[in-house]
């Protein structure tokens, strides 16, 4: 704790430890790195960033970091809100829908659709069965099946969690920039 009329300074870029003990200061910093990461890179794993989650807080690491008033955290959800570099600067309900979203990603490439073979449209089969627009959500689950029938090993990537479906299909080259 820093005594009355003392002055602690902290780099805004320092790294930390991530070997350190659970809960201290560079153990602290290193885990608010990764989070940032975890959060910005949507490639990132969902459990990964949940776990990450759950470790600065079940150890209270966040109690550890300075804020942006120059005060440690008092708790979770404030370290959340506060500003980078202090914070990760969302909403925990926000930090909570991006895991979400990164799971149901996940879970919705295990059990990828069924694409037609290779020119079976168009031979006897009607086009209006088939739907060529790609939304966000509908893109998903056609980039899963066109990997699955196309790219198997693209998809294995993405039911790992090592990549997201679009990530994967950039660079299977089926989708193009």
């Not at 009355?4 to 153990?27: F, H, K, M, N, Y």
């Not at 459990?47 to 708790?75: I, N």
Request: proline share 5%.
């Amino acid at each position: 704790m820093i005594e009355a009329g003392q002055t602690r300074r902290v780099a805004l870029d320092e790294i930390g430890d991530i070997g350190a003990p659970a809960g201290s200061r560079p153990w602290s910093v290193a885990l608010r790195r990764s989070m940032r990461a975890a959060i910005k890179d949507e490639r990132s794993n969902a459990a990964r960033l949940q776990r990450l989650m759950v470790l600065l807080s079940e150890h209270k690491g966040f109690r550890t970091l300075d804020g942006p008033d120059g005060e440690l955290f008092p708790s979770f959800e404030a370290f959340c809100r506060a500003p980078m570099p202090w914070g990760l600067g969302y909403e925990l309900d926000a930090i909570n829908a991006i895991i979400d979203e990164r799971k149901s990603a996940q879970a919705r490439a295990q059990q990828p659709k069924e694409l037609a073979v290779h020119g079976v449209i168009g031979r006897g089969r009607s086009r209006c069965s088939v739907t060529t627009s790609v939304g966000r959500d509908r893109g998903i689950d056609y980039l899963n099946a066109r990997m699955q029938r196309d790219r198997p090993d693209a998809l294995a990537r993405v039911q790992s969690g090592d990549l997201t479906s679009h990530a994967a299909a950039f660079q299977a080259g089926i989708k193009k920039r």
